[in-house]
Structure formats: C-alpha cells, structure tokens
C-alpha cells in the first residue's frame, strides 16, 4: 500500500498508509475500536479500493485487476462470512465448497482429492472429529476453526483473519492461538495477517506488528521491535504497560505504585 486513505463522506476511515507484506511474513494488526483495521483489512482482499493511492496485492494493482480473479487467491475469515454460512450445512461441505467459490450451494459432486485435502484441514485445526456434524450446532470456537480451514482449502497465496478469537472462552482462545502458532511456523503456510483487539492473543511465530489509531499507522515493523509499552500507549490513548511472558504478551493500564 503506498499512500493509501480511504474517505467515506467526510470521514478519513485511513490515511497515508505506506505497508507491504512480503509473503514469508506473518503480521499482526493491532488498533482500537474504529481505528481502521476492518477497514485495512477489507482493501488488502481487494473487497474494497482505496480513495487515494495505490493497493497493490498479489501483484496485482486493484483498480486494474479483476477482483473476481484475484480474490480465490486469498483466504478470508471474518464474522461477516460466519454470519453467511447456513447452519444446516455439515462442516466438511462447508470447508470443501470454498474450492468452488460458493456458500449455500453444495450439490456439486466434489472429487475425492478435495474431500481429502478438507479432512487434513480440518485434522489440522483439530475439528477432523466435527467433520459430519451441522454446522449450526458447533461452538463458536469450534466455527472459527471450521472456516479458517475453509479459508485454507484454495491454498491461497495470502490469508487474512478479521479477530478469529472474539468471542471465544479462554480454552477456545488458547486452542485457536496454539493452531494459529503452528500455522505461523509452517513455511508453506502463505503469508498472513491477523486482526486482533488483544496483545494476549497474538500466536507465536507471528513476526510483524502494524499498530493503527484514527487511521494512520502508529507504528510498524518486525513485532519484536514494535510491541513496546510506548507504542501501545500511543495507539490506545492511554497509559498502558506491556508484559512479556516467555513468547506470549500481556497488557494492562500502568499503576502509579
Ligand atoms: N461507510 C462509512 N461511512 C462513515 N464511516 C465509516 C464507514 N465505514 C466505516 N466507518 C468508520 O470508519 C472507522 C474505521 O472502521 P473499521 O471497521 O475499519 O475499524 P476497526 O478498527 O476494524 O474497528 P473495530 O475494532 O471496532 O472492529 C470507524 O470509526 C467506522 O465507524
């Protein structure tokens, strides 16, 4: 992205944001609410062009590509697309049908090489036993699991997470970053960004941060470098300390004692 903002109206929903993604890398983009992120996330996966500037993905500049070309090159998981999935469907439909771009449709005949490539998924992100079951009747961590494997089914080249833990319990939470984690340290896994309100919930193996406020980037680089007390201070507007424990963080509000 060079330059890039988006307006609505009178509102900048981003400005002069300069970021590129190299697809060895795993990036975390962290921002209070109405910070832009959503927003970053929605041009990175090409549903959505930039008011100024360029967007350039996959090779692609949007504006010059067509989108329905260029989108079964990315995963993207976000409650938007878990609010459109039927309940009624069985969870191995669910995951397959992503190779034929459709949701709501699965009379297709898929071939047995698809059916399995969505087993390993699902193996992968440990719902192999929920493969048969409703889709409607899975917790909501189990779901989340569900369609990052469905995310996945295309092989694409970028994978973009919209706050896959939200509203997870803290087991669900931790078994989602763990998943996420071995997702991160697989060298075949494409490059990824993940949304997230929480510094607790960022899975090791990540390696770049991008922290945004009222739509401009606050600061960004290699996570290491980047996550420090200073800088979430700065994006969330308020006095806040930062914790390492092992290679997990945690944050709260400074104490004065
Ligand atoms: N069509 C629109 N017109 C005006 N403002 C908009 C429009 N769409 C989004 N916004 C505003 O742009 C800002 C950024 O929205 P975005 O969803 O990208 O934020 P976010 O960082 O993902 O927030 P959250 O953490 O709450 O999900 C918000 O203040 C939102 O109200």
Not at 104 to 119: F, H, M, Q
Request: proline content about 4%; aromatic content about 4%.
């Amino acid at each position: 992205m060079s330059e890039v903002g988006v307006r609505r109206g009178t509102t900048n929903l981003l400005s002069g944001v300069n970021w590129s993604v190299e697809l060895d890398e795993r990036w975390v983009i962290l921002g209070a609410n109405g910070a832009g992120k959503t927003t970053l996330l929605r041009l990175a996966a090409a549903e959505l062009h930039p008011s100024t500037g360029e967007v350039h993905v996959l090779g692609e500049r949007l504006g010059r590509v067509d989108v329905f070309e260029l989108r079964p090159r990315i995963g993207f998981c976000s409650a938007a697309l878990l609010a459109r999935v039927p309940g009624t469907e069985r969870v191995l439909d669910v995951v397959v049908s992503a190779g034929y771009a459709v949701l709501g449709r699965w009379r297709e005949d898929y071939d047995s090489l698809d059916t399995g490539r969505a087993t390993e998924l699902c193996k992968a992100l440990g719902i192999a036993h929920l493969t048969d079951r409703l889709f409607g009747t899975l917790s909501e961590g189990e779901r989340k699991r569900a369609l990052i494997a469905r995310a996945l089914m295309t092989d694409p080249e970028l994978l973009l997470l919209d706050e896959p833990a939200a509203g997870l319990d803290l087991g669900g939470r931790e078994d989602l970053v763990s998943r996420l984690s071995e997702l991160a340290r697989d060298p075949d896994a494409p490059a990824t960004i993940l949304v997230t309100h929480h510094v607790e919930e960022i899975p090791p193996g990540f390696t770049h941060l991008l922290l945004l406020s009222d739509g401009g980037v606050v600061a960004q680089g290699l996570l290491d470098d980047v996550l420090t007390s200073e800088n979430l201070s700065t994006a969330f507007g308020q006095d806040l300390e930062l914790d390492r424990l092992g290679d997990r963080y945690f944050a709260r509000r400074a104490t004065s004692d």
